[in-house]
């Protein structure tokens, strides 16, 4: 994750019956950026619990030494919040509470002009788009505790950005939510890889997203692939990264054919551009 090394880093240390124990993490972030949060321990502790924006999770302690912990900023979120940290150390529990502060971010604007049947969808459709959503919601959410996902993050097609995060999007001139994810161009056809190793959590032909895969990678990390022409994985099937997920298309709300690639942390919107190098 190249973009984000960061300038201001917290360092705390402690020195507990010789247990010393640093953690660091942004101070700062940008609406709609994931950042890691490092722990280093001497012994490794038995457990460590995080709670941020409001969410907590019991991480595995399977890393001797240093634990990364992938979190991230809210796109719609702004100011200072806290982060807790509770580890379970030998001489007994520990809780230390900081500050990460959210920093708002100019996101381009972009007006789209599409057929008025996909702005303002048609009564008819209005309880499947709610059924949709709601399905997708909780996909988003699901935190499973098993960490299937490596630090090296693999971009699912070669084609570039054609629409970046965070684009506040006006259709026929009517304002929508912003863009939470990126649009990767990529012909009709194009095979498209998992990002990370994890497992389908929900495949589906929805009337936004059309054929629309969601991979769980665990820990709260989840990447949705939509609008592709054909899916090639089922629920619940494991995957590992770089495995053929779906091909590329336009089906769903698509102007031509592209990959919307969205990646979920505790169930907000993240810019996927982050996770990669290239
Ligand atoms: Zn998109």
Sequence with gaps: MKKL?????IM?????SAHALTVSFPEEVGQGEPFWLEIVSEKQPAGVTVIWMG??????????????????????QKGSFPLAISFDLPQGPLSKHFQVSIVEKQYPIQHLTLPDSMVTPPQEVIDRIVRE??????ALNVLSRHRYFSEEFLRPVPGSVSSPFGVRRFL??????????????GA???????VSSGRVILTGDFYYGGQTVIVDHGLGLQTVYMHLSDKKVSEGQLVHKG?????VGMTGRATG????????????????MFLFSD
């Design 12 to 16: 705390f240390f402690w020195a507990i």
């Design 257 to 272: 054919p592209h990959l919307h690639l969205g990646v979920y942390i505790l169930g907000e919107a993240v810019d996927p």
């Design 243 to 247: 495995d053929l997920v779906g091909l």
């Design 55 to 76: 969410k907590e999770v019991d991480y595995p302690v399977d890393l001797p030494g240093t634990q990364r912990i992938l979190l991230g900023a809210g796109l719609d």
């Design 5 to 9: 090394l960061v300038v201001l880093v």
């Design 133 to 138: 959503r709601e399905k997708t919601v909780a």
């Design 172 to 185: 026929n001139n009517q304002p929508r939510s912003p863009h939470r994810g990126v649009d990767l161009r």
């Design 188 to 194: 009709e056809g194009t095979p498209v890889q998992a």
